[in-house]
């Protein structure tokens, strides 16, 4: 969809030669909105032009047990887990990492490259299944809630930070964010923040960067992963927040101040993905019916312009802004009503 609005396109593999440098050519400042473009050719792409963030910031992102690493040397309780390279390690595993969630350390994102596992026998049927490529084993942890932070840092060191959101998954695959985070008490709200910022400081990160944290039922946090770019957690911001994570993106890229965001009205935001424009299995594409949820006091429709619709494939997003949380969840809700989703606050 953004090559259709784009000065240009560059329509090549990432790794391309040819496409690199036909892109260098027409840009003038690069960023990325995808984890999984290759840390070398962002690199590549650094030689000749400024690119935030930087490959080497990306690089830890992409791998699941640097990450964690990462994690712990700034200091951040990481989820209990263990590195696996071949399956010689499986039988090292420790028994309080089962049962666990095996993820493949790189290439993974929406609940793609990983599998539940609750003994011995399934983690090696997993990691057979996974390619015995190398994973992480997380620990699957009691949780009260999960949290978001996404902050953006300047080359000067300058960070700012949206306000702090509560997500709630189905499948993987995000499907609500509250913002403020009514689960969060002031002083937890801070402790993540400060935790996100010592994460970005000590990688120089320059960009959007989010920061997942998972809130165990003892009040406890760990971290749980971060990505390189503008996320879908913070998406509302385009609504609810006087500085969006797209323009704080731009700002930082450019060398600009990055300002101080304000959330103008508590929101939530709904995915939509491509199962809503279906019926059934068997039934044809069609439009939801969005003239209905428009007409819910509050409501922001954003479609990405995807043609084909597939069941998982985030379409668009729906933001509820209104003068408190309670209220816009009520709104959120009798839209998921309208398009037949489950009530948002299902886990």
Request: aromatic share 4%.
């Amino acid at each position: 969809p953004a090559g259709r609005v784009s000065h240009v396109h560059v329509l090549s593999g990432y790794t391309d030669a040819n496409g690199l440098a036909e892109f260098a050519r027409d840009a003038d400042a690069v960023t990325t909105e995808f984890e999984n473009v290759p840390a070398a050719s962002i690199a590549t792409l650094a030689e000749s032009l400024p690119v935030a963030p930087a490959a080497d910031a990306v690089a830890v992102c992409q791998d699941r047990a640097r990450e964690k690493a990462h994690f712990e040397a700034c200091g951040v309780p990481a989820v209990p887990h263990a590195v696996l390279t071949s399956a010689d390690d499986l039988a090292g595993v420790a028994d309080d990492l089962l049962p666990g969630i095996l993820k493949t350390s790189g290439l993974g994102y929406d609940g793609k490259g990983q599998v539940r596992v609750g003994t011995r026998e399934e983690l090696a049927e997993g990691f057979a299944e996974l390619g015995e490529v190398p994973c992480v084993l997380e620990q699957r942890l009691a949780l009260a809630y999960e949290l978001s932070v996404i902050l953006a840092r300047g080359r000067d060191g300058a960070t700012a930070v949206l306000p702090v959101q509560e997500n709630v998954h189905v499948g993987g695959i995000l499907s609500t964010t509250t913002v403020p985070a009514p689960s969060a008490t002031p002083e937890l709200t801070a402790e993540v923040v400060a935790a996100a910022k010592t994460i970005a400081a000590a990688l120089d990160y320059v960009g959007v960067l989010c920061v997942e944290f998972f809130v165990l039922d003892d009040g406890s946090i760990v971290a749980n992963e971060m990505a390189p770019r503008p996320h879908n957690s913070g998406h509302y911001s385009i609504d609810a927040v006087d500085l969006s994570q797209f323009e704080l993106q731009v700002r930082a890229l450019a060398g600009l101040p990055l300002g101080e965001p304000q959330l103008l009205r508590p929101a939530v935001m709904l995915n939509l993905l491509g199962d809503l424009w279906f019926d059934g299995p068997d039934t044809p594409q069609a439009e939801p019916d969005w003239p209905a949820v428009l007409a819910l006091p509050g409501v922001h429709l954003h479609l990405y312009g995807k043609t084909e619709a597939r069941p998982g494939r985030k379409m668009g997003h729906l933001t509820v802004t209104a003068e408190n949380v309670e209220a816009a969840r009520t709104v959120c809700e009798r839209a998921a009503l309208i398009l037949g989703l489950d009530p948002v606050d299902d886990d």
